[in-house]
């Protein structure tokens, strides 16, 4: 079955800095990438996805880029918030969805 | 927001009890599914249904069960062979069949067995 690997398990950035968050996964017919924001609290929540015929998306301050070669997938957070904090998944799916142990990101003011 | 329920949000039960979570979804999606969160570990796929009176093994199935009677409704049982049960429980839905859509969460139930 499919395995999702993420990177780093914890991300410190200043206010305004980048954030970038990885993820590898190991089936090749996956074909769907979402990744869900999830605040202290409450319900994991989809902030952005691609399909596997998409190498890029953006969306506003956000994106997410893929390497279907490579089988690997990033997202990117620009001008980081304190209100970014948060435990971000990133998931693959085919028929059904795994996802990765999540990255705890701290945006410190 | 209050397109998927889950009640209570927390729950307390003594070991070798039976134990049964409630989701409810009003969104008419066919999909519904049923995660295990513990920290650092992410999200596990315990059971998942893409039908009404049909329904699959994730991959932490064992010591679980669901039913899928009504299209609104996947409860789940958290049996007295479920080894580890204290966890973070949260269900979701999805419109298509398969899982390449958008999953709308449940605001979870924590559960702690003493």
């Known amino acids: 079955g499919e395995n999702v690997e993420q990177h780093p398990s914890t991300l410190s950035v200043q206010e305004g800095d980048s954030a970038v968050i990885k993820c590898t996964y190991s089936?090749?017919?996956?074909?769907?990438f979402p990744w869900y924001k999830q605040e202290l609290g409450k319900r994991p929540q989809l902030i952005i996805d691609?399909?596997?015929?998409?190498g890029e998306k953006k969306d506003q301050r956000i994106a997410v880029t893929l390497n279907k070669t490579a089988k690997h997938f990033s997202l990117h957070i620009t001008e980081t918030q304190p209100e970014d904090s948060a435990v971000y998944f990133c998931?693959?799916?085919?028929?059904?969805?795994?996802f990765g142990a999540g990255t705890r990101l701290t945006v410190k003011p | 927001d209050g397109g998927i329920t889950q009640s209570p949000k927390y729950l307390f039960r003594k070991e070798g009890q039976n134990v049964t979570l409630s989701c409810e979804q009003n969104?008419?999606?066919?999909?519904m599914y049923w995660y295990r969160q513990d920290p650092g570990q992410g999200l596990r796929l315990i059971y998942y249904?893409?039908?009404?009176?049909?329904?699959q093994k994730g991959d932490i199935a064992e010591g679980y069960s669901v039913s899928r009677e009504k299209k609104e409704s996947f409860p789940l049982t958290v049996t007295s062979a479920q080894k580890n049960p204290t966890a973070f429980y949260l269900c979701?839905?999805?419109?298509?069949?398969?899982?390449?859509?958008?999953?709308?969460f449940g605001p979870g139930t924590r559960l702690t067995v003493t």
């Open positions: 691609i399909r596997s015929n998409v």
């Open positions: 969104l008419n999606h066919d999909a």
């Open positions: 089936d090749s017919a996956s074909n769907y």
């Open positions: 249904s893409q039908i009404v009176n049909d329904f």
């Open positions: 979701a839905s999805s419109s298509g069949v398969g899982a390449t859509y958008e999953q709308y």
């Open positions: 998931a693959a799916s085919t028929n059904d969805m795994r």
